[in-house]
């Protein structure tokens, strides 16, 4: 016996068992109850069988799953996008002076210091967030004060 039809054997039991449960007691009276009971668990099984086989003809018919190309090659000079030196509650807008020390070029290390743009918050630990792009894919870096920062596009 195959899984599924198992599968399907074991529901359609388990579908009759709560259906007989909630039948309630019989006895005088009942009758209609019992037909009715009887025609919706026929309706049930029904729409389950229904269900059950239109699933294993969709799940059948999908496409062969295909392994995906190589991503995307970093070409192109850097454009910088955004960078922003400070923390994260304090800082300033360093987008100008970090274009103007990598746009164009295929790699380019930018030296993390309040020469940036000043010291936007004295005492606390800083950073310098940049966005660039590479031909068409973005890409980010980040670094600490008193550290570099490595931006590449190369191939």
């Given at each position: 016996?195959?899984?599924?039809?198992m599968?399907?054997a074991?529901?359609l039991?388990a579908?009759?068992?709560?259906?007989?449960?909630?039948?309630?007691?019989?006895?005088?009276?009942?009758?209609?109850?019992?037909?009715?009971?009887?025609?919706?668990r026929?309706?049930?099984?029904e729409?389950?069988?229904?269900?059950?086989?239109?699933?294993l003809r969709?799940?059948?018919?999908?496409?062969?799953a295909?392994?995906?190309?190589?991503p995307?090659?970093?070409?192109?000079?850097?454009?910088i996008?955004?960078?922003?030196?400070?923390?994260?509650?304090?800082?300033?807008d360093?987008?100008?002076?970090?274009?103007?020390?990598?746009n164009?070029?295929?790699?380019?290390?930018?030296?993390?210091?309040?020469?940036?743009?000043?010291?936007?918050?004295?005492?606390?630990?800083?950073?310098?967030?940049?966005?660039y792009?590479?031909?068409?894919?973005?890409k980010?870096a980040?670094?600490?004060?008193?550290r570099?920062?490595?931006?590449d596009?190369?191939?």
């Open positions: 016996m195959r899984w599924d039809a599968r399907f074991a529901a039991a579908s009759a068992a709560m259906a007989a449960a909630a039948e309630g007691p019989s006895g005088p009276g009942t009758e209609s109850d019992d037909r009715y009971n009887q025609g919706y026929a309706g049930y099984d729409g389950f069988q229904r269900g059950y086989e239109k699933g969709e799940g059948s018919a999908q496409a062969p295909v392994a995906p190309g190589p995307p090659r970093a070409t192109g000079p850097i454009t996008s955004r960078a922003v030196y400070g923390t994260s509650s304090k800082g300033c360093a987008t100008r002076w970090a274009a103007r020390m990598a164009g070029r295929a790699s380019a290390t930018l030296d993390v210091s309040n020469s940036i743009c000043g010291d936007p918050a004295p005492g606390d630990r800083k950073s310098l967030d940049v966005t792009v590479c031909g068409s894919i973005a980010s980040t670094a600490y004060e008193h570099s920062v490595y931006l596009c190369t191939p």
